[in-house]
């Protein structure tokens, strides 16, 4: 062996050595939503070739519900098998502890996300996950029925409601027996509790608990807005809609069997993907307000990504929830699955207005959404929440009015609450 084959040599077992004690087999636990869990997939294996480390994907249920309640145990026992986390931006104040403070190590890239979702990431100073994407929901309707009927989407539930219910009875008639006016979630879960904010801090009823801790569900205006939700049922929405969660909405709606769907945007890039029923044929508005004079109002919500405080691999981990949430990332996920960034440079990029023409408009509409309650209820922002999914699903159900169930719901929160929160 002449010497330049041997420093070749040398250098060859130098660099697979160091590279072997150097990488590390790692897993996220991550949302089984539309395609999310595939562009996880994808995005793992680019980190994978850039760093040599290996990634497990730990799919979890597309109940943002159940995949807390899961999280939960895991971490309770202190499980070392996951090392990432995908998390609602719901959960940051209930799992703090559990979480490694990003703050330092995110030091470089964090000033490009928008502040206010950076702040529903912190917890007591602390940076409990990175900002994947936010999300704001919005009506999605048809336009080719719309227009067939002379109709503007509409501006106030009232104007939802009848809309729906005409094009509904006419395209019935006409032969479209499974055709259904709106879709939206009605099952027992996080996501009922999202719609639920939205009928009713659009009536002017308030935010199930107030940003001071008080609790201010039991009200006229929001007994109201849920006994509105009631008469959809069964009218222009199907029974089954009680057991929807967003892809069971999104399912009838993609198939042509709905005028109108609440759903996250996530939907959009869906709707118009090759095998939609509906591609090219529908737009989206923000949702309808309670009355006139009152503003719309649309849930935040969101996804993270944040790292366990029991991994083994807290650097590779660190170095993966960094990658998930870059720019590059954040733009490759807006222009194929149509989730909206974090970063608000990206609001302004060609490419993504290109690939998801609502997206530069829906900033304001995300800028404005209403938060859930978590920040006010910190630890027991779950089980608040729980409470109100279930007073809500028995009044669409018929179990119950309104009324009855959000006196009974004042009742278990001002318990669950005791000297505060
Ligand atoms: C969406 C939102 C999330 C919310 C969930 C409810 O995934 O991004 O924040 O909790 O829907 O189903």
Redesign the pocket.
């Known amino acids: 062996m002449n010497i330049s084959m041997r420093v070749l040599a040398l250098c060859g077992s130098v660099l697979s050595t160091g590279f072997a004690a150097q990488a590390a087999e790692i897993s996220i636990a991550a949302n089984s ?1 539309g395609k999310g869990l595939n562009f996880i997939r994808e995005q793992v294996s680019v980190f994978e070739k850039q760093t040599g480390h290996k990634v497990k994907i730990v799919s979890m249920p597309p109940s ?1 519900s159940e995949q807390f309640s899961q999280y939960r145990l895991w971490l309770a026992a202190g499980n070392t098998d996951v090392d990432v986390y995908q998390t ?3 959960w940051a104040p209930q799992l703090a502890e559990q979480f490694v403070d990003l703050t330092e190590a995110t030091k470089d890239v964090i000033g490009q996300h928008f502040p206010s979702i950076v702040a529903s990431q912190t917890v007591d100073g602390k940076l409990v996950a990175m900002p994947m994407y936010t ?1 704001a929901p919005a009506l999605f309707y048809r336009k080719d029925l719309l227009e067939k009927y002379s109709k503007q989407p509409p501006k106030t539930w009232t104007e939802l409601a009848e809309t729906a219910k005409d094009i509904q009875d006419k395209e019935r008639a006409a032969g479209l027996k499974d055709i259904w006016g709106f879709v939206f ?1 009605g099952s027992a ?3 009922l509790t ?1 719609n639920a904010l939205e009928w009713i801090a659009s009536a002017g009823g308030g935010r199930i608990v107030e940003t001071n801790g008080d609790i201010s569900i039991n009200n006229e205006k929001a007994a109201a807005a849920l006994d509105m939700a009631k008469s959809w049922i069964g009218t222009i929405s199907p029974q089954g809609a009680l057991a929807y ?2 892809e069971e909405a999104r399912g009838i709606w993609q198939t042509g069997n709905s005028v109108f769907m609440r759903n ?1 945007t996530y939907t959009y890039a869906l709707g118009n993907g090759a095998d939609s029923a509906i591609k090219g044929k529908f737009g989206v508005v923000p949702l309808p307000a309670g009355a006139e004079g009152i503003a719309p109002a649309s849930t935040l ?3 993270n990504v944040a790292v366990s405080k029991y991994s083994k691999h807290q650097d590779v981990a660190i170095a993966l929830v960094k990658f998930l949430g870059s720019a590059e990332t954040q733009k490759k996920r807006a222009v194929e699955l149509s989730n909206m960034p974090t970063i608000a440079a990206l609001y302004d990029d060609k490419d993504v207005a290109a690939a998801q023409p609502f997206m530069p408009l829906w900033k304001p509409i995300f800028e404005t959404a209403v938060p859930r309650p978590s920040a006010a209820t910190k630890v027991k922002y779950n089980e608040v929440s729980a409470k109100f999914w279930g007073a809500v699903h028995n009044t669409l159900s018929g179990t119950g009015s309104a009324a009855e169930n959000l006196e009974l719901l004042e009742v278990e929160l001002t318990d669950l609450k005791g000297n505060g929160w």
Request: one cysteine or more; aromatic letters at 18%.
């Open positions: 939503t943002s609602d931006v719901v999300d979630q879960y996080e996501g999202c969660k967003e996250w919500g969101g996804w």
